[in-house]
């Protein structure tokens, strides 16, 4: 357990199914940082990097680990983002991604307003577009669980 002062825990984190690191629930940066470093091999890289480009991008930006995965949003908004492990790709999703132009690839009739894009390890992330997708994500309502 953290000392109340902000200390990350030393204990082993347990990876769910596909390597997905089970944190438990948490506001704030540090739950945030502790998937990011118990996230598997390339993942952990791949999630500093996007967590790093959401600072960026949006400086205001709220954090929070749910349901094993980190939650990106903004105060009064809702949550605009969100990534999860899984075997072979890092799942980024927008809660409200069929506003945002171009339309990131992944959704189905049952995702309703979430777009997705999954991030394999051999792919190069496409920073601008990233960037440019989590500032319109962030100015549009988000998701209120």
């Known amino acids: 357990m953290g000392d109340g002062n902000g200390e990350m825990e030393s204990k082993p984190v347990k990876l769910l199914s596909g390597g997905n690191p089970q944190i438990p629930k948490g506001d704030g940066d540090i739950p945030v ?5 118990a996230m598997p091999g390339w993942k952990s890289d791949l999630g500093r990097r996007l967590d790093m480009l959401i600072v960026q991008t949006v ?3 709220r954090k929070a680990v749910k349901w094993n995965s980190p939650f990106y949003g903004m105060e009064g908004r809702g949550w605009f983002l969100s990534f ?9 999703t927008f809660f409200n991604g069929i506003a945002l132009h171009p339309l990131p690839p992944g959704g189905t009739e049952r995702s309703k307003e979430a777009r997705w894009i999954d991030i394999h390890e051999d792919e190069t992330l496409d920073e601008a577009l990233m ?7 962030a100015a549009l309502p988000g998701w209120t669980p």
Do not use: S
């Open 33 to 37: 940082q502790r998937y990011i470093a």
């Open 59 to 61: 400086p205001d930006v």
């Open 84 to 92: 999860h492990v899984l075997t072979r790709y890092v799942k980024v």
């Open 131 to 137: 960037a440019d997708w989590i500032r319109q994500a």
